[in-house]
């Protein structure tokens, strides 16, 4: 068990073990400019929010130059900023105004794919003679003249391949046809990448959440997967020995010995020994992105397998540990996929606030934002994405705070769900998750002890965290209705429903309600 010893403090662990992280959707946090999408100098105008909240790390999602067919996961310029967000300049100042306020900025890389309208992927296509041809992954087609796999893409559910008439060979995609896969056995593509992590990495930021790392080491052969298998997204099939050299030498670039950043990669599995497998010894990624978390449902046997299976998966793991993640942008908000009901939010907030490892909140999860409800015939994002993706209210009037005509519809409630509603009010679900990362930030036990799972009941998940003699235990009741835990004794340091704290714990739970302890 990696149960870290008595003596060790928060100091003598990377800073990303105690960070807690606040994903940006730059698209459609805050609207500065008023045309209706957000941008860089909002994030900046919000910088305060960010810090009265309590998060440590802030991670946001491309901002890069790009024709937006994925929202900007399909890069054109990977180191110019898309008009729409703003500037170099904006970004600047904007790592600036976090790192006053002792906030940490990461930035999405996304390595296996660009858009075809980057200039590589222009020159390979326009040029078969050309050096860059090489840089995508090309293929004859198969003997009946049809794609040379039987692999499915993401979001169209069709081949990963797409014709190149003038040529008569196809190109892969994992994901659209406007986002050609690189080729990372290339080792130019590996120089050039490098680079463009050198650029942001000289602009300041403090490490790199990686796009879809997994899928950057592809076999060599592209052969067909058995038919039971073809309809499956190849991403999530995609894990080639090939791709941890590749992940080292990231990690060598960007967190060299005596640099302490943060690289968090995202890797494509519902496996988590295989995510783990990822970290390497250490040299691999620094931790990655919780697919089981992300998509579990408010269910207790769900979530005590999970915490189980995650202390499993990391014993042998020094230099990482879990992570944990309920909501972003690819994935219906967790309120949601939890029914709606506050109660629940406000539980999955204490439980991810509680669990062992770095946990990473999705912007609006602090205000209790449920998805929004998106017209037929008015979608825009090809993945069915749009939903998780509304805009940040951040006053109670429409539209509050952002241009006219926002991008996307707001979320149900938005006025008194909007921040300035909430801000203040002690009861609100802004409060609690302050009180959470304040909880957090103020106990060696939460922040890096070590994590028991207590034997409960089958409506009830228990667990108790301690660090030297700092000790707190943490129970959930995931049913709708009330539950006894009359063997939990402590004073409450947060409870879920923001009541009674300070208080001894009267060894009941409401429905769906949780509680912090200070034994
Ligand atoms: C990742 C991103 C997702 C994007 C995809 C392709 O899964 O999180 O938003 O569409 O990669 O880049």
């Known amino acids: 068990m990696a149960a870290p010893s008595s003596s060790e403090?928060?100091?003598?662990?990377p800073w990303w073990k105690t960070a807690v992280v606040y994903q940006v959707y730059p698209r459609s946090f805050a609207d500065a400019d008023g045309d209706g999408v957000g941008d860089l100098p909002g994030v900046l105008s919000k910088v305060d929010h960010l810090a009265d909240l309590g998060i440590d790390c802030v991670w946001m999602s491309p901002f890069y130059a790009s024709p937006m067919h994925d929202n900007g996961y399909d890069v054109s310029d990977h180191c110019a900023v898309d008009p729409v967000f703003g500037t170099l300049d904006d970004f600047d100042a904007l790592v600036a105004a976090l790192h006053e306020r002792g906030i940490r900025l990461i930035v999405d890389f996304v390595p296996n794919h660009?858009?075809?309208?980057?200039?590589?992927?222009v020159e390979a296509v326009s040029d078969p003679e050309s050096d860059k041809r090489d840089w995508f992954i090309w293929a004859d087609p198969a003997p009946d003249g049809?794609?040379?796999?039987?692999?499915?893409a993401s979001f169209t559910k069709a081949s990963t391949w797409e014709l190149d008439e003038r040529s008569g060979q196809y190109y892969l995609h994992l994901f659209l046809p406007e986002q050609p896969d690189v080729n990372w056995a290339n080792p130019e593509v590996?120089?050039?990448q490098h680079d463009v992590l050198r650029f942001w990495l000289d602009r300041g930021v403090d490490?790199?959440?990686?796009d879809v790392i997994n899928a950057i080491g592809k076999d060599p052969e592209p052969r067909d997967v058995p038919e039971r298998m073809a309809g499956i997204d190849h991403v999530v099939l995609t894990h080639h020995e090939t791709a941890m050299p590749l992940i080292r030498r990231i990690r060598e670039v960007v967190d060299p010995p005596g640099v302490d950043r943060l690289?968090?990669?995202?890797?494509v599995t519902g496996d988590i020994e295989q995510q783990a497998s990822y970290c390497g010894d250490g040299d691999g990624v620094s931790c990655t992105v919780n697919f089981v978390s992300v998509g579990a449902s408010w269910d207790r046997d769900q979530w005590h397998l999970l915490l189980d299976g995650m202390e499993d998966a990391y014993a042998d793991h020094d230099a990482t540990w879990p992570s944990y993640v309920l909501s972003n942008h690819d994935n219906p908000r967790h309120r949601t996929r939890y029914g709606g009901s506050e109660a629940r939010a406000r539980s999955a907030a204490l439980l991810l606030l509680t669990v062992r490892g770095t946990p990473s909140l999705y912007q609006g999860e602090e205000l209790g934002l449920e998805d929004a409800v998106i017209p037929a015939g008015t979608e825009v994002d090809p993945g069915g994405r749009d939903g998780c993706r509304a805009p940040i209210p951040w006053t109670v009037e429409a539209p509050h705070g952002w241009g006219p005509e926002p991008?996307?519809?707001f979320p149900p409630e938005a006025g008194p769900r909007s921040v300035a509603a909430q801000r203040g009010d002690s009861s609100s679900v802004l409060a609690l998750y302050q009180a959470l990362l304040a909880a957090r930030k103020a106990s060696p036990a939460l922040q890096h002890g070590s994590l028991e799972l207590l034997a409960r009941t089958d409506l009830v998940l228990a667990y108790r965290r301690v660090a030297g003699d700092d000790e707190r235990v943490i129970a959930v009741n995931f049913a709708?209705?009330?539950a006894d835990v009359t063997d939990l004794t402590g004073t409450v340091v947060v409870g879920s429903n923001g009541l009674g704290a300070g208080h001894a714990f009267g060894g009941r739970l409401g429905p769906d309600e949780a509680v912090l302890l200070q034994p």
């Open 207 to 210: 490490g790199f959440r990686i």
């Open 146 to 152: 049809g794609p040379p796999t039987n692999w499915t």
């Open 9 to 13: 403090t928060a100091a003598d662990l």
């Open 407 to 409: 991008w996307l519809p």
């Open 114 to 121: 660009v858009s075809s309208e980057h200039p590589w992927f």
């Open 263 to 267: 690289v968090v990669g995202e890797v």
């Open 190 to 192: 590996e120089a050039a």
């Open 480 to 482: 709708d209705e009330p």
